[in-house]
């Protein structure tokens, strides 16, 4: 079954640091872009980061530019996302999401395969 | 960086009517504009891309024409299972961005 399967989510305090992971099955996960997205509660979807199928190119929204860390495994077929200096509104839903498309950022760059996601409550 | 406006914010329809979900960009996204769904508790499934292109398993009641600025998503005879929320999201230029969705309920 093709499917992809976030964890590592938790409460964690203002300025802590989390790491999400996502489990890919089912596909060829190295050949594959690969990119997060995240929906604070009852709010709408935003965009986090995208990762190229060798990890050699990454891109960042600036509301997580230099705090968050995009990296892949591909011999464990698993994505991350590394969260330093976290804030109240990085609280969300974190999706891992596979690249639908073909061509070099942003083109191609919908997303579908999606994960259940895992939440990520930051709060003191 | 590109906003994303989708109109209406709710719309309430009856199982059996079409609804018509409008996804506007402040400036031209070509035909990079792709279309999701989303259930409560559940991941967005993509229904659209390439403005028009069903992605795979998507019933033909689903349909998305447009180009440009102006994007339209279409539901011809909604099924109970197409209550949910709408999501439009454009890959023409970075940053990635999503529209705030447009909620179809059950009137």
């Known amino acids: 079954e093709v499917q992809l399967l976030e964890s590592g989510g938790g409460l964690v305090q203002p300025g802590g640091s989390l790491t999400l992971s996502c489990a890919a099955s089912g596909f060829t996960f190295s050949s594959n872009p690969m990119s997060w997205v995240r929906q604070s509660p009852g709010k709408g979807l935003e965009w986090i980061s995208v990762?190229?199928?060798?990890?050699?190119?990454?891109y960042y929204a600036d509301s997580v530019k230099g705090r968050f860390t995009i990296s892949r495994v591909n011999s464990k077929n698993t994505l991350y996302l590394q969260m330093n200096s976290l804030r109240a509104e990085d609280t969300a839903v974190y999706y891992c999401?596979?690249?639908?498309?073909?061509?070099?950022?942003?083109?191609?760059?919908?997303?579908?395969?999606w994960g259940r996601g895992t939440l990520v409550t930051v709060s003191s | 960086e590109i906003v994303l406006t989708q109109s209406p914010g709710t719309l309430s329809l009856s199982p059996g009517e079409g609804a018509t979900l409008s996804c506007r960009a402040s400036q031209s996204v070509s035909s990079n504009l792709a279309w999701y769904q989303q259930k409560p508790g559940q991941a967005p499934r993509l229904l659209i891309y390439g403005a028009s292109n069903r992605a795979t398993g998507i019933p033909d009641r689903f349909s998305g024409s447009g180009s440009g600025t102006d994007f339209t998503l279409t539901i011809s005879r909604l099924e109970p299972e197409d209550f949910a929320v709408y999501y439009c999201q454009e890959y023409g230029s970075s940053p990635l961005i999503f529209g705030g969705g447009t909620t179809v309920e059950i009137k």
């Open positions: 999401a596979k690249k639908g498309g073909s061509g070099f950022y942003p083109n191609g760059w919908y997303f579908d395969l």
């Open positions: 990762i190229s199928s060798n990890g050699g190119t990454t």
